[in-house]
């Protein structure tokens, strides 16, 4: 069974700053990998997916993250965001057809 | 002209009633899921359908009851509600069924049993 670790629950940061979320997986197989951002009071969209091929994986709102295999990681990072950035952001692993989401990293962008 | 809709936006009554909410996409989508988001925000599974057929059943009381009429719609029937069924629930919907298939969501029903 896999499971999703995000290693921090609220990153509060500055407008134009750089972000890093931290997402941890555990899977004995290889698996599928996802960010997605639930704005306030929204369901949730898609930022970003890694599934194969090269581990630096571009999403959207300038967002990208890096999926490593030996550390089991998948950080999402932005190197500048903006107050519109504030929002709920969810790690999650794919497989045998169901998402399993981590509990979330609130990001709080602050002028 | 939104990609996946959930009526009611939001849902208040007594612990005891029987309750549904409708989710419908126009994204001709094959796939279609149920998902608990609870007060910490934790989002779990309940259910998917293909082609209405349930493909995913996760540990859920018998009291729901998902009903996919056709492809775009998948509604759930809740009974005997409970306090402790307080939650949002998102619909969301999928290409197909698979593991690299991006998931669309709905913008959730909040759902306050008293």
């Known amino acids: 069974a896999q499971s999703v670790t995000q290693l921090d629950s609220q990153v509060p940061v500055f407008e134009e700053a750089p972000v890093e979320l931290r997402c941890n997986y555990s899977s004995s197989v290889s698996v599928y990998l996802f960010w997605y951002v639930q704005y306030p009071n929204q369901g949730l969209q898609l930022l970003l997916k890694?599934?194969?091929?090269?581990?630096l994986v571009k999403g959207i709102n300038g967002f990208e993250a890096e999926f490593n295999k030996s550390q089991t990681s998948f950080h999402l990072r932005k190197p500048s965001v903006h107050i519109s950035d504030t929002a709920e952001y969810f790690c999650a692993v794919s497989q045998d057809y169901k998402l399993s989401f981590g509990a979330g990293t609130t990001v709080t962008v602050r002028a | 002209d939104t990609a996946v809709s959930q009526t009611p936006k939001y849902l208040v009554t007594q612990m005891g009633n029987d309750k549904s909410i409708k989710c419908e996409q126009n994204?001709?989508?094959?796939?279609m899921y149920w998902y608990k988001q609870d007060s910490k925000k934790f989002l779990k599974i309940m259910f998917s359908?293909?082609?209405?057929?349930?493909?995913i059943n996760e540990t859920v009381p018998n009291r729901f009851s998902p009903k996919s009429p056709d492809k775009a719609h998948l509604n759930l029937h809740i009974n005997s509600l409970e306090l402790g069924d307080s939650a949002v629930y998102f619909c969301?919907?999928?290409?197909?069924?698979?593991?690299?298939?991006?998931?669309?969501f709905g913008p959730g029903t909040r759902l306050l049993v008293l």
């Open positions: 890694y599934l194969s091929g090269s581990t």
């Open positions: 969301a919907s999928s290409q197909q069924a698979g593991s690299q298939e991006t998931q669309y």
């Open positions: 994204l001709g989508h094959d796939t």
């Open positions: 359908y293909n082609n209405k057929e349930l493909i």
